[in-house]
Nanobody, 122 residues
Framework: QVQLVESGGGLVQSGGSLRLSCAAS????????MAWFRQAPGKEREFVGT????????YYADSVKGRFPISGDNAKNTVYLQMNSLKPEDTAVYYC???????????????WGQGTQVTVSS
C-alpha cells in the first residue's frame, strides 16, 4: 500500500519561497510518477506539475512554469516542490500524488497524500 506524506507547508510573504517534500512508502515500481496538485478555497483541485521517476522528465501547469521546479530523489522515494516568487494566489492546500505520468497531468492518481497548507500573505 502506497502512502504519501507531505511536509514543508506554512505561511510566507509574497515573493518568498518554500520547499515542499513528499515522502513515499510502498512505492517501489519505477513506472510510477509523482505529482503535485493544489486546491484553493472554493476552487477545484488543479494540477501543478509532475515528474517521472524513471526518466526525471517534468511537466508543469502554465501557472507555475518557471517558478515551481519539481525534483526527486529515488533513493529516498521523495519528491520536492520548490516554490519561488510566491503570490497570494498560490495559497492552497498542496497535495502529493502518485500514478502514471500522463494520467497525473489529467488530474487522476492512484494515491494521494493528506495535503499541506501553503499560505502566501500580500
Amino acid at each position: 500500500q502506497v502512502q504519501l506524506v507531505e511536509s514543508g507547508g506554512g505561511l510566507v510573504q509574497s515573493g518568498g519561497s518554500l520547499r515542499l517534500s513528499c515522502a513515499a512508502s510502498g512505492l517501489t515500481a519505477r513506472r510510477y510518477s509523482m505529482a503535485w496538485f493544489r486546491q484553493a478555497p472554493g476552487k477545484e483541485r488543479e494540477f501543478v506539475g509532475t515528474i517521472s521517476r524513471s526518466t526525471g522528465s517534468t511537466y508543469y501547469a502554465d501557472s507555475v512554469k518557471g517558478r515551481f521546479p519539481i525534483s526527486g530523489d529515488n533513493a529516498k522515494n521523495t519528491v520536492y516542490l520548490q516554490m519561488n516568487s510566491l503570490k497570494p494566489e498560490d495559497t492552497a492546500v498542496y497535495y502529493c500524488a502518485a500514478g502514471s505520468y500522463w494520467t497525473l497531468t489529467r488530474g487522476a492518481a492512484d494515491s494521494w497524500g493528506q495535503g499541506t497548507q501553503v499560505t502566501v500573505s500580500s
